[in-house]
């Protein structure tokens, strides 16, 4: 059975600090996708990594890629009020469209 | 363009009853699956459709089934409803799925309760 560990679960931070959020898997993954969900709506996607050792940058976000495409990790740098939400790795192991999401991390930032 | 729209957003239950959810998806997309997001569980895939056929499906009792129409809009149906049903019933739709960096879109789902 293919697992997405995602850590931490919860995550309580002031404005302004910055934050790692890890997502790890004992199986390689075909590619890899961050999702952020705010209440009461559904999952956003913010990126995909594709090619082991990828690093790519959404503003405050950065995106890693481990190089034997078993783990990622997402980095937000000042966090801000509105990064509050549900951030959630996903992959597909090359299932087609059924995708495999990581428990997700619950972020808070406090003003 | 309009995202994937399900309906309704909220709806209440008892146990045994069954329900019908729907979801149009963003258009010209021909691929929409549907999840199951609890708290104690997170995001389950329950099943996937393209072009009217399920080409792949979650591992969930047979209580729950759904069906693809020839517009791509989508419907599931959980019958004999169980108090562990409770959840939010997401659908995404994307242009074509089944590839290995599938981008989905969500709609904002529906909030089912089991009383």
């Known amino acids: 059975t293919q697992l997405l560990e995602q850590s931490p679960q919860f995550l309580s931070i002031q404005e302004g600090e910055n934050l790692t959020v890890y997502c790890n898997s004992s199986?390689?993954?075909?590619?890899l996708q961050w999702y952020r969900q705010e209440p009461g709506e559904g999952p956003v996607l913010l990126v995909t990594?594709?090619?082991?050792?990828e690093v790519k940058k959404l503003k405050r976000l950065t995106f890693q890629f481990g190089d034997a495409r078993k783990d990622s990790s997402l980095h937000i740098t000042a966090a801000q009020p509105g990064d509050t939400g549900l951030y959630l790795c996903?992959?597909?192991?090359?299932?087609?469209?059924?995708?495999?999401f990581g428990q997700g991390t619950e972020l808070s930032v406090k003003p | 363009k309009a995202g994937v729209t399900q309906t309704p957003r909220y709806l209440i239950k008892t146990r045994g009853q069954q329900v019908t959810l729907s979801c149009s998806p963003i258009?010209?997309?021909?691929?929409v699956s549907w999840y199951q997001q609890t708290p104690g569980q997170g995001l389950q895939f329950l099943f996937e459709?393209?072009?009217?056929?399920?080409?792949n499906k979650g591992n969930f009792p047979g209580r729950f089934s759904g069906r693809q129409f020839s517009n791509s809009r989508s419907e599931m149906n959980v019958s004999t409803l169980e108090l562990g049903d409770s959840a939010l019933y997401l659908c995404?739709?994307?242009?074509?799925?089944?590839?290995?960096?599938?981008?989905?879109?969500f709609g904002a789902g529906s909030r089912l309760t089991v009383l």
């Open positions: 995404a739709s994307s242009l074509f799925g089944g590839t290995g960096a599938n981008v989905l879109t």
């Open positions: 459709y393209f072009s009217e056929t399920q080409r």
């Open positions: 258009s010209g997309h021909r691929s």
């Open positions: 199986s390689v993954f075909s590619s």
């Open positions: 996903a992959s597909s192991y090359n299932q087609g469209g059924k995708l495999i």
């Open positions: 990594v594709v090619t082991g050792g």
